[in-house]
C-alpha cells in the first residue's frame, strides 16, 4: 500500500542533543512537508521541499534543518537549538503542480525533550 | 492570501444527532478546501475536498460539506453522530504552490 510512514513513533531527548525525524513515501509526491503540531495551535509549517536537493523554510524553521537526498526521504532534524521541541511532528506530501490536490500524512511523532 | 477560520473551538453533540462544525475561508478567488480528522496521536486524514466541480461534496464516514461562495462558508456536517466521530477537524486551503494553510481545528466531543 501506498503511503507515508513516520519513525519512530515516541521519541525522548534530553537538551542539548540532536534528534533527526524519519520520513518515507512511497507516494511518488514531488512535495514534502513538515509540520509541527502544539495543543490548541493547529500545524505550523517548519520546512517543506517541492524537488529533491531543495527545500524551503516554513513559517517556523528556526532550530530545524532537513534534506532532500532522495524523492522518497525527508527526514527533519531537531537541533539542540530549538528552545521548545516537544511537540507533535507531522510529515505529509503531494502531488506537485495542483492546487486542488490534497495533503497526506504520516501518523507523526511525539518527540519530548526529558 | 487565502485563509480559513474555524469558528468553534470545542463542538459537543449527543450520539445519534446532527455535527455541524463551521469553517469561513478568505480569498480572492474560489479556493479549493479540504476538511481533514485527526483521532488522538494519529495523523490527519483526508474527509473530502471541494474543487470547484460541486458545492456539495460527499466525503468518508457520512460527512458532508457544502461551499457557499456568497457566505464564503464550507461547513461540515453529518446527520447523525457516531461515538467513532470524536476527534480533531481542521479546515484546510491551499495557500500557494505546496503549501497550505490550516484552521486551528474544532474537537468534536460526542456524549453517548
Known amino acids: 500500500d501506498g503511503g507515508i510512514t513516520q519513525s519512530p513513533k515516541y521519541l525522548f531527548r534530553k537538551e542539548g542533543q540532536n534528534v533527526t525525524l524519519s520520513c518515507e513515501q512511497n507516494?511518488?509526491?514531488?512535495?514534502m512537508y513538515w509540520y509541527r503540531q502544539d495543543p490548541g495551535q493547529g500545524l505550523r509549517l517548519i520546512y517543506y521541499?517541492?524537488?529533491?536537493?531543495?527545500?524551503q523554510k516554513g513559517d517556523i524553521a528556526e532550530g530545524y534543518s532537513v534534506s532532500r537526498e532522495k524523492k522518497e526521504s525527508f527526514p527533519l532534524t531537531v537541533t539542540s537549538a530549538q528552545k521548545n521541541p516537544t511537540a507533535f511532528y507531522l510529515c505529509?506530501?503531494?502531488?506537485?503542480?495542483?492546487?486542488?490536490?490534497?495533503?497526506?500524512f504520516g501518523q507523526g511523532t511525539r518527540l519530548t525533550v526529558v | 492570501a487565502q485563509s480559513v477560520t474555524q469558528l468553534d473551538s470545542h463542538v459537543s453533540v449527543s450520539e445519534g444527532t446532527p455535527v455541524l462544525l463551521r469553517c469561513n475561508y478568505s480569498?480572492?478567488?474560489?479556493?479549493?478546501l479540504f476538511w481533514y480528522v485527526q483521532h488522538p496521536n494519529k495523523g490527519l486524514q483526508l474527509l473530502l475536498k471541494?474543487?470547484?466541480?460541486?458545492?456539495l461534496v460527499k466525503g468518508i464516514n457520512g460527512f458532508e460539506a457544502e461551499f457557499k461562495k456568497s457566505e464564503t462558508s464550507f461547513h461540515l456536517t453529518k446527520p447523525s453522530a457516531h461515538m467513532s466521530d470524536a476527534a480533531e477537524y481542521f479546515c484546510?486551503?491551499?495557500?500557494?504552490?505546496?503549501?497550505?494553510?490550516f484552521g486551528t481545528g474544532t474537537s468534536l466531543t460526542v456524549i453517548p
Open positions: 505529509a506530501s503531494s502531488i506537485d503542480t495542483l492546487w486542488n490536490t490534497e495533503a497526506f
Open positions: 507516494l511518488n509526491h514531488d512535495a
Open positions: 521541499s517541492q524537488i529533491v536537493n531543495d527545500f
Open positions: 480569498s480572492s478567488y474560489s479556493p479549493s
Open positions: 471541494y474543487t470547484s466541480a460541486a458545492t
Open positions: 484546510v486551503v491551499p495557500r500557494g504552490r505546496n503549501q497550505f494553510y
